[in-house]
Structures are given as C-alpha cells and as structure tokens.
C-alpha cells in the first residue's frame, strides 16, 4: 500500500482549519436562533439536521429579511454570505483523497464529483495545491471572518450567549 503524501503537519493544518470551521458554524447556529426568537440553548436543536450551506442560506435568508425593517443587519449580511468561500477547502478536508502537488511539500485533493457528468478532480496541473502555510493562512483568515461575524452580532444586539460556546 502506498504511503499518504500528508504528513503531520498538514493533519494539523486540517485540524485547525476544520476547528475554526466548527466554530464558524457555531456562530451561525446561533444568528438563526437568535433571528427566530429560539433561546440560545436551543440553537444547535433548531439546525442539526442542516448542512453548512443550509445554515449558511438559512442565516442569510433570515438576515435579508430583518434587513428589509433594519439596516443595521447588512454589515452582519455581507459577512455571513463571505462565509461560504470556507467550505470548499473544508469538504476537500473531509472527503478527498490527496495527492502530491506540484510545489514542494504542498497537497492537491482528488475527488469525483458525479452530478450531472461525472468529473474527477486534482488530475490536472492548474488545479490549486496547498502547502502546509497556506493552509494555515487561510485557518486565520477563517478565524478573523469569524470574529468579524462575532462582533457584529454583539454590535447589534443578538448572540448574546454565544461567546461562552465558541472560546
């Protein structure tokens, strides 16, 4: 069996990188709680059968409607629509085989995507590969966005129990 081109501290940038999703998810959990008017305890009770996209569409359809009454939300809008540019690598991260990349010491992942035609990814040589700094520096670009979003739902009034579930 042929060794795996990820070493450890590619695992770690993955686990930091999906620690910093959780909590990004985390956060949107509550918006939507806090947009319906469901105590924050019950936040994770109200999206846990959503997927990330789903919570992601849910936060914004919310946010656009509060919107349309207030406009203090539209900061809080941009950021959570910004968001979903996290959950590619993130699914990569989850369910793709990897593949050395063309730079020394970076990853490309391969996976057959089926809907529609079928399409394998990370055969050809423009397709992005990441290196372990790479990685990391979009864990704290992640990580920022996040507090970005944390600081305009204190900033406006909602969230206020969040803080305790996502340090």
Known sequence: MKKSVLTKKHYEAFGHY?????????????????????????????TTDMSARQKRDAAIGLLSYHLADD?????????????GRYSKLRDFMAHAMWKAGRKAGS???????GR???KVLGQHHNEKSWTVSEINTETKKMADHTDEIAYELQRIGLGKDFGKATQ
Do not use: Q
């Open 71 to 83: 406009t203090k939300y539209g900061p809080l809008l941009s950021l959570v629509e910004d968001s």
């Open 107 to 113: 990853v490309k992942p391969m996976i057959a995507r």
């Open 116 to 118: 529609g035609t079928l």
């Open 18 to 46: 999906m620690n910093e999703h959780a909590r990004l998810e985390t956060i949107l959990h509550f918006v939507i709680a806090d947009l319906l008017g469901v105590p924050s305890g019950m936040a994770g009770t109200v």
